[in-house]
């Protein structure tokens, strides 16, 4: 099975700590937030490619061709155009099954693993700031029906976390715009979930790093759940 890790973001919110080096590398107790990623993947995960842009070269040089007895592999995103942008950019080095990720964000390990035993799924995860995000509209069954980005009023405080279980039927369906110039994963499975099921599974453990804030208590967390990661 392989993993697709979203890295090309340039990272404009970090300010000067990412003047010179991509967000993902941005080091959190020594290693980089993309490291622990890495480290955190299912077992089932034989094959991981790393769409990367801004100074990519350093996560090139960082992890290589081989990391951890998994082959690594790289694809330049010139355009960013968004996550489906990114993910249909690749659509021809996928073969069947794999996991979409953020390259930024802190996953944990039995979350991935509950992503990868459906076909489709959606990781998601209760916070206490859900207007900062996308908020899931879900079935009875827990099946996505919507997404509703950074609503002022959000309807539920259960948001999605960037984490996909997907296979090839996902290029079936257009990418659907969210602005002029970039288009959405998550809403294009919502397009999807017409024609299929796709599971959403609450997270137990999520930290995104979308500020200098959150870099700040990423340090905190870790240091308090450093034992929830696989190193």
Known sequence: MQAVILAAGRGTRMGDLTNHTPKPMLKIHGRPILEY?????????????????????KIKEYFGEKFRGRKVRYAWQQKLDGT???LFQI???L???FLVLNGDDFYHHEDLKKAIRHDFCILAKEVDDPGRFGVMELDEQDHL???VERPTKPPTNLVNIGA??????IFYYEPVAISKKEFGLPQTMVQMARDHKIKVEKAKFWHPCNTQEDVAQ????LKKFLTIFRL
């Open 145 to 147: 029906i919507g997404i």
């Open 164 to 169: 996909y279980s997907l296979d090839k039927r």
């Open 95 to 97: 073969k069947g099954k």
């Open 91 to 93: 659509r021809r080095m």
């Open 37 to 57: 990623t890495l480290l955190n993947l299912p077992k089932e995960i034989t094959e991981v490619i790393i769409i990367i842009g801004y100074n990519g070269g």
């Open 218 to 221: 990423a340090e905190k967390l």
């Open 84 to 86: 489906a942008g990114a």
